[in-house]
T-cell receptor
Framework: KNEVEQSPQNLTAQEGEFITINCSYS?????LHWLQQHPGGGIVSLFM???GKKKHGRLIATINIQEKHSSLHITASHPRDSAVYIC???????????FGEGTQLTVNP | DSGVTQTPKHLITATGQRVTLRCSPR?????VYWYQQSLDQGLQFLIQ???????AKGNILERFSAQQFPDLHSELNLSSLELGDSALYFC????????????FGPGTRLTVT
């Protein structure tokens, strides 16, 4: 079992839909990151959070430390949101990141 | 643009060869991280340097080595290359060695033929 599990692996949505991507982890962490990787390969850091909730534009990230679970929400999805979304955790004991396998999101117009 | 630069963008080389990948962190960032993204393994942490010193080591093969120079740029050296080393190699930087946001470079795509 991977230390970081994401679901779903693939997600197809229609433009305007509300999207949720889930991440569960099994280790103690100091922070959780949500990353976005576009087809060209570049990785952009969306959020880093250790508790509660963060919002940036149409993106919202939440984390429940007790349940070892985080969600990334996209409101009013748009085709330009199509990308791979990756959850990564920083273990409490160090600074290395452990990554989930990613969720491929496709938003159709 | 994250402010992290990586060169070269693409690299094609043959098995058995040695290559060097270069990373310049964002201005002021002291930590550099190296990651490998292959099709079958996903993203994996290789190694971290902080202000010139090795801080953490991950799944880095003995054929691979890295260093961080006094100007804080870093190089990842890959030797005796195998087909399975073909991957995207990312470098990221952060302001400290601990729980701070990491900024990723555009990556170097290595193809070993």
């Amino acid at each position: 079992k991977n230390e970081v599990e994401q679901s779903p692996q693939n997600l197809t949505a229609q433009e305007g839909e509300f999207i949720t991507i889930n991440c569960s982890y099994s280790v103690g962490i100091s922070a959780l990151h949500w990353l976005q990787q576009h087809p060209g390969g570049g990785i952009v850091s969306l959020f880093m959070l250790s508790s509660g909730k963060k919002k940036h534009g149409r993106l919202i990230a939440t984390i429940n430390i007790q349940e070892k679970h985080s969600s990334l929400h996209i409101t009013a999805s748009h085709p330009r949101d199509s990308a791979v979304y990756i959850c990564a955790v920083r273990e409490a004991s160090g600074s290395r990141l452990t990554f989930g396998e990613g969720t491929q999101l496709t938003v159709n117009p | 643009d994250s402010g992290v630069t990586q060169t070269p963008k693409h690299l094609i080389t043959a098995t058995g060869q040695r290559v060097t990948l270069r990373c310049s962190p964002r201005s002021g960032d002291l930590s550099v991280y190296w990651y490998q993204q292959s099709l079958d393994q996903g993203l994996q942490f290789l190694i971290q340097y902080y202000n010139g010193e090795e801080r953490a080591k991950g799944n880095i093969l003995e054929r691979f080595s890295a260093q961080q120079f006094p100007d804080l740029h870093s190089e990842l050296n890959l030797s005796s290359l195998e087909l399975g080393d073909s991957a995207l190699y990312f470098c990221a930087s952060s302001s400290s060695g601990g729980a701070h946001e990491q900024y990723f470079g555009p990556g170097t795509r290595l193809t070993v033929t």
